[in-house]
């Protein structure tokens, strides 16, 4: 059992191929297929929020941060979204090994299906106007990836 970094359900949207390849870090299907279009920052490269690491999403948040695209809290809640500890056999949360962080760090997630659930769970809750929850951050983020979901992530203005 995992436990994500804001009890949220991060991990549930990874693929079934990445989780496969998370288990076995010399599997090389999961990752190759997020390098294609989810990789972050080269020239001609579209930005893929549904199939899209969590390495490369703390590169892309870090670029939506700098160009004001995001607040710092959103940047943190991009950056840190996924598993952060497994639960030990007492049930206290033990630290990932350095192996499993960089199998899950390369495992795909689906960030727009990630948003669209935490929306989901705050509303559920009834916790829609609560400061704290993170709602208003969440439908932000949601309706940028969409705004962004397939377009260059940058251009080159000298082709």
Do not use: C
């Not at 288990?23 to 997020?34: C, E, H, L, R, W």
């Amino acid at each position: 059992m995992y436990v994500s970094a804001t009890q949220n359900p991060f991990y549930a949207y990874r693929s079934t191929a990445a989780s496969a390849a998370a288990a076995d870090p010399t599997a090389t299907d999961a990752t190759s297929a997020a390098g294609s279009s989810g990789s972050s920052g080269g020239v001609g490269q579209l930005y893929d929020f549904s199939h899209m690491t969590p390495a490369q999403m703390k590169e892309v948040a870090g670029k939506l941060n700098e160009s004001g695209q995001i607040n710092a809290l959103q940047f943190l809640e991009l950056s840190t979204a996924g598993v952060v500890a497994k639960v030990g056999p007492d049930g206290t949360p033990v630290p990932l090994s350095a192996d499993e962080q960089a199998a899950l760090d390369n495992t795909p997630t689906d960030y727009l299906q990630m948003a669209k659930n935490m929306i989901g769970n705050i509303e559920s809750t009834g916790r829609t106007t609560d400061p704290t929850s993170g709602y208003e951050n969440w439908k932000s983020l949601l309706a940028l990836m969409q705004q962004l979901q397939s377009t260059p992530q940058s251009v080159d203005i000298r082709a």
